[in-house]
């Protein structure tokens, strides 16, 4: 088993990482971003993972484009991964795939990319593009994971698709990862989980219980399997480590009385309506309550919220169950970025270190 890697979200959109109005020193602009990506870098973050958004949504009325903004983090970095997410329909796959091409050779093979089949109606709409029932979308973002893959990997690319069509189509110059550039994915459906079995790396999972985490990972699991793949884990959390739990536990009570109501609930209908078009008749946001969407991907539900040991040993009961990354929000990214890098990162190494030697972990 691999060491646990660790993931947080790029605050490339105005109001952070949650739909509250206590005041947060976080901000959206290119020159703070550059900021928080150096402070990841350098205190042991893996990835930094970058929102797709064109329309404010969740009181996100201003929005830096995802792979734009990572190919300027890629110049001022040195290792950290950059998951640039992207909306099929809104880009071609094969544009898109030069896109990430040149950001792999940027950042000299530190590009993925986070394939999102979207929930918010006006965006498609708003730009002119036809909205698609929600497993139709699943079968778009496959049918674009595949011509990523090929183009990545062929010397010339032919594909006759029910969304893409592609005609003896050149490449170059390809990824430096070549097809292994990682592809990432989520989504609650059944046809989001055969999505991620056929085609991606990593299946990212919204904020859930340990319980809820373990039924996910079992179904996709055992999806992959029958298609002759294994894929990674990935979950989402807002993590609020502070000096004793009840500090954290405050904020998480100031953020949630706070919460931007309007926002919030704005966000509920548009989430509801677009799970109710799923066979299953709900989405990835079915059981969420007001509080949990204040964090607009369920991150309270992951319990990162506590004291650095708390929160440490809450990542190793995730690892234990087959997590693979930790994606992380925060309040304040200007100090909790940091902290968490340097106060819960090492622990975790450590913990799972002792797990290793003691034959707990493989």
Avoid at 58 to 82: C, D, F, H, P, R
Avoid at 92 to 101: D, E, G, R, T
Avoid at 130 to 152: I, K, M, N, P, T
Avoid at 317 to 324: S, Y
């Amino acid at each position: 088993m691999t060491n646990l890697k660790f993931a947080y979200w790029v605050p490339n959109v105005s109001g952070g990482l949650v739909v509250s109005k206590l005041p947060q020193d976080t901000d959206w602009s290119f020159e703070a971003n550059k900021r928080y990506v150096q402070i990841a870098e350098d205190a042991g973050y893996d990835y930094a993972l970058l929102q797709t958004r064109f329309f404010a949504s969740y009181g996100a009325e201003n929005q830096l484009e995802a792979i734009t903004l990572g190919s300027a983090l890629a110049a001022v970095t040195k290792k950290i991964n950059l998951i640039a997410a992207v909306h099929p329909g809104l880009w071609h796959p094969a544009v898109y795939a030069k896109m990430l091409a040149t950001l792999d050779q940027i950042s000299n093979g530190r590009a993925a990319v986070n394939i999102v089949s979207g929930w918010f109606k006006q965006e498609f709409i708003g730009y002119g593009e036809h909205w698609l029932d929600h497993d139709e979308r699943y079968r778009r973002s496959e049918e674009f994971a595949r011509v990523l893959r090929e183009l990545w990997t062929q010397e010339k690319t032919t594909f006759k698709g029910d969304f893409y069509r592609i005609n003896e189509a050149p490449f170059k110059p390809k990824p430096v990862q070549g097809g292994d550039l990682p592809i990432f994915q989520g989504g609650n459906s059944r046809a989001a989980k055969e999505m991620a079995a056929r085609v991606s790396d990593v299946y990212f999972m919204n904020g859930n219980t340990i319980e809820g985490f373990k039924k996910q990972i079992t179904e996709v699991r055992a999806l992959a399997e029958k298609e002759g793949r294994t894929v990674k884990f990935a979950v989402n959390g807002f993590a609020i480590v502070r000096d004793t739990e009840e500090e954290a536990i405050d904020l998480l009570r100031q953020i949630v009385l706070h919460a931007d109501t309007e926002a919030v609930e704005g966000f509920k209908e548009a989430v509801k309506d677009a799970g109710q078009a799923s066979k299953e008749k709900e989405g990835m946001w079915a059981n969420s309550t007001f509080e949990d969407l204040v964090q607009y991907n369920d991150g309270f539900k992951t319990g990162l919220i506590g004291t650095a040991e708390q929160v440490a040993d809450r990542i190793i009961e995730l690892k234990k169950i087959g997590v693979d990354i930790v994606l992380t929000g925060h309040f304040h990214y200007e100090t909790d970025l940091e902290h968490f890098g340097k106060e819960v990162i090492p622990l975790v190494k450590e913990k799972e270190l002792a797990l290793k030697e003691s034959g707990v972990l493989a």
